[in-house]
């Protein structure tokens, strides 16, 4: 099993920047994708940004050249830099990893709790 901690959540004004952090923990396990995604109220859950083990990334259009993922695979951590904050990101985002367990070639998938960014105008 995986454990997802996520971090960094909170209110900031338009324009603003926040920081979202979040460290996978647990025994023997290797991590491929690592990823955010956001839900507002009333929508799906949407993917904002992903980055591979091996370091390429994407980004939904909507963030593009505003939020920066990256990763520390030595913590097994992800984070997500959001700068130029608009309203409409306001939304709980959530962390989301997948890894095998052991030997096995399955990639297990889980999910961090949630953390809510609020932005104010």
């Known amino acids: 099993q995986v454990q997802l901690v996520e971090s960094g959540g909170g209110l900031a004004q338009a324009g603003g920047s926040l920081r979202l952090s979040c460290a996978a923990s647990g025994s023997s396990f290797s991590i491929n994708t690592m990823a955010w995604y956001q839900q507002a109220p009333g929508k799906q859950r949407e993917l904002v940004a992903g980055?591979?083990?091996?370091?390429?990334?994407s980004y939904a259009d909507s963030v593009k050249g505003r939020f920066t993922i990256s990763r520390d695979n030595a913590k097994n951590t992800v984070y997500l830099q959001m700068n130029s904050l608009k309203p409409e990101d306001t939304a709980v985002y959530y962390c989301?990893?997948?890894?095998?367990?052991?030997?096995?070639?399955?990639?297990?998938?889980?999910w961090g709790q949630g953390t809510q960014v609020t932005v104010s105008s």
């Open positions: 980055v591979q083990n091996g370091g390429s990334t």
């Open positions: 989301y990893v997948e890894a095998t367990l052991g030997g096995s070639h399955y990639q297990y998938r889980y």
